[in-house]
């Protein structure tokens, strides 16, 4: 192998090891995003939400609810503690979600992705189990990847008998 034909491996070698790490970079900071929601569902950062979606985003929570635009999410997460409130004998409900099983798959500047989730929903001292999936899509809008799609689809909701003690 001559010293030119040495240099151009050596070129291709770089050049698909930057892929590479770009990739997994762009999947790292699509599963921080992932990661983000629920992070600031369980610490009741409501309010926060929406900042996690692109300006033109869509939300199909199924019979939870749809919203169109990063506002109109941002409003439906911040009214969701108390929907689910008005639809409990409780006064107070605290939701715990744990994400897992998330894989992606990038596009340039799109990426989608399937995340399982299990759910602890509490009213007052009763509970219910929930379990299902999200499917994603992601856009990456100045520099930053967030959400332009998300669709819910519940497994189930199961209720907890025996109460919730904190």
């Known amino acids: 192998m001559t010293v030119q034909e040495q240099g151009n491996d050596l070129v291709a070698q770089i050049k698909e090891l930057t892929a590479r790490v770009e990739l997994l970079s762009t999947v790292r900071e699509i599963t921080a995003l992932r990661h983000a929601l629920p992070r600031r ?3 009741n950062r409501w309010d926060e939400v929406g900042e996690l979606f692109s300006e033109n985003a869509r939300l199909d929570y199924a019979h939870l609810g749809q919203a169109a635009g990063r506002e109109e999410i941002q409003r439906y997460f911040s009214g969701l503690p108390a929907m689910i409130e008005e639809n409990s004998p409780a006064a107070h409900v605290m939701v715990k979600q744990f994400v897992h099983a998330h894989d992606v798959e990038v596009q340039a500047e799109t990426a989608t992705g399937v995340s399982f989730f299990e759910e602890k929903v509490v009213f007052d001292s009763e509970s219910s189990f929930v379990a299902g999936k999200f499917t994603d ?6 520099g930053r990847w967030l959400f332009s ?3 819910l689809e519940l497994f189930w909701v199961i209720p907890y008998q025996r109460g919730w003690e904190r």
């Not at 899509?137 to 100045?142: C, V």
């Open 149 to 151: 799609h998300i669709r």
């Open 137 to 142: 899509a992601y856009a990456r809008e100045h």
């Open 41 to 43: 569902i369980n610490e």
